[in-house]
């Protein structure tokens, strides 16, 4: 589901910062060499990279954030590492201000993280282990790797370490710890490793995240169900996204940049170019909406240059052409200068509570228009709503976000192109904005709408409330127990989450925003709904 890939983002950025927290008290500085990263597996999806400093941890001791999606257990458990590695002299020496590394890698069915820490100096591992071993039970399973079996006190679930010469490593995934020690296996691309040099020199940030573009499909396949358009414009990118923390009280908060290569031939990449676009679409999004995905355009003849190549990539070229052919032939049209040329800089797919889909697409002109709609579709008989007469036109001028609307119903209004693929769902949908029931009027989303940056060429947004039912639905096990597990976790205190890219020549520039309540407001909320409820 579309929701799905920035909520999972959302979750584990958060997960990541958590246990860092655990780990050190951070301070923005340098990172080191990319050298510190030969141990880790080539399927890290996400990468968090920051010091082991003490100022970071005093900022956000009091942050909601954190225990809300890691859940009660799992904040305890981080508790009980940082104790022992903090605890002990000898460690505190090795750790001071080291650079600490947590990478998240898909397995079936869920995602393990994995950290490693390279050490200030050289050790000799069975010293070092032996110091631990009054702490914790240690069962050896490769001596000469120093892989063990760790049983932790106050922790109900087998952690694997491995303590090297140079570094130490943790997870709870054995396989992927072992994969971690084989020196046979994939790392990290020479890509990811130059780019995350070139943005340990340059970044101040404390935490930095990189996303890892390659395995990413992998990865949504560990957490989500089901595969849909907005998962796969994700899944095809190649390239890594660079991003620091921003901290704001009551707001996840990362903001970067997004790097695609030149022969990219995923449809995000055609926007990589693109001017960021004013929006302008807020009135035509309902209250009830679950997922907003919007595209700006500043450039229509370039875009739609590159989504023929596209369709060359994917061998569309031959089938789409000669529909176009028998289009024009029947119809009296030219397609490419008289149907193309109507559409506006903006178009956005709705997903509703309900399930069900909208797009809006905005119109250059709304003459022009009518002549066009009069050629290429036909007046509903019980409706004032028209249908086109021929399957695969919006996704031959738009791409793939209109793939799924293949023969839709739709009608023109204030500028703008309502699309759906069912009569009742259109109706339905223009009758609620007549009515003017629109998120906008929610002084929630008002406050929300701050965060956001009033221009971009890519937005996702992900109403948490709105969404829940079909996020939940989507996700994989545990996962989904967990984002239920209202007792442990609190994913239903986030308001929203946002993604946005705005197109800066060779890269993306990328927010992205997941807001909650924080406690102050949670009890406020707390006291109004028991004052109700004893009423």
């Keep these: 589901m579309k929701r799905t890939i920035i909520l999972i983002a959302v979750l584990f950025i958060a997960v990541f910062v958590v246990a860092g927290l655990y780990f050190s008290r951070l301070e923005g500085s ?36 954190f225990e ?11 508790g009980t590492l940082k104790k022992i590695f903090r605890g002990r002299p000898e460690w505190i020496a090795l750790l001071a201000d080291q650079p600490i590394y947590m990478s998240f890698h898909p397995e079936p069915g869920e995602v393990a993280w994995l950290i490693s820490v390279p050490l200030k100096e050289e050790i000799d591992p069975l010293q070092e282990a032996g110091t631990m071993d009054s702490l914790m039970t240690m069962v050896s399973l490769d001596a000469s790797r120093g892989f063990y079996e760790l049983t932790v006190p106050g922790i109900d679930r087998p952690l694997f370490g491995s303590i090297e010469p140079n570094r130490i490593s943790l997870s709870f995934s054995r396989d992927l710890l072992e994969r971690a020690l084989d020196g046979t296996a994939p790392r990290l691309s020479a890509l990811f490793l130059e780019k995350f040099q070139e943005n340990s020199d340059l970044n101040n940030s404390p935490v930095q995240l990189y996303i890892n573009h390659e395995p990413l499909e992998f990865f949504i396949g560990a957490v989500a169900r089901n595969q849909n358009a907005t998962t796969q414009l994700f899944s095809n990118l190649d390239g890594l996204t660079l991003m620091g923390i921003n901290y704001k009280s009551d707001v996840l908060m990362f903001s970067g940049s997004s790097i695609i290569s030149s022969t990219d031939s995923s449809y995000l990449s055609l926007l990589i170019e693109q001017e960021p676009v004013q929006h302008q679409l807020k009135n035509w999004i309902p209250d009830n909406v679950a997922v907003v995905s919007s595209y700006g355009i500043s450039d229509y003849g370039k875009f739609r240059s590159g989504l023929s190549d596209i369709f060359a990539n994917r061998q569309e070229t ?19 200068d008289e149907y193309l040329p109507i559409w506006g800089s903006e178009f956005a797919r709705l997903r509703l509570r309900s399930g069900e889909e909208i797009a809006v697409v905005a119109v250059r002109d709304s003459l022009e228009y009518s002549k066009v709609a009069d050629k290429l579709s036909t007046l509903s ?9 021929n399957s ?16 839709p119903y739709f009608t023109y209004s204030r500028g703008y192109v309502v699309v759906a693929n069912s009569l009742h769902a259109l109706d339905n949908y223009m009758d609620r904005i007549k009515r003017n029931e629109l998120l906008v009027n929610d002084e929630d989303y008002q406050l929300y709408d701050r965060l956001q940056s009033a221009s971009s060429n890519y937005s996702l947004f992900i109403h948490q409330e709105n969404a829940s039912r079909l996020i939940s639905r989507n996700l ?13 976790f609190a994913f239903q205190d986030f308001y929203a989450f946002t993604l946005q890219l705005s197109g800066n020549g060779d890269r993306f520039s990328v927010n992205l925003y997941g807001k909650f309540l924080t406690e102050s407001s949670f009890q406020d909320n707390k006291k109004a709904t028991d004052s109700v409820k004893t009423r």
């Design 30 to 65: 340098k990172m080191e060499a990319k050298d510190d990263l030969a141990a880790i597996p080539a399927d890290a999806t996400l990468l968090l990279s920051f010091r082991n400093d003490s100022s970071l941890y005093d900022l956000f001791q009091d942050y909601r954030g």
């Design 68 to 78: 809300m999606v890691l859940g009660k257990a799992g904040y305890a458990e981080l």
């Design 318 to 336: 031959a089938p789409l052409t000669e529909q176009i052919r028998y289009i024009e032939r029947n119809q009296d049209i030219s397609i490419e």
């Design 381 to 389: 008989t019980d409706s004032s709503y028209r249908r086109f007469d």
């Design 392 to 407: 695969n036109l919006l996704y031959y001028a738009l791409g793939d976000p209109m793939k799924e609307f293949k023969r």
């Design 476 to 488: 994989r096990e545990p996962m989904r127990q967990n984002y239920n597990n209202t007792s442990n």
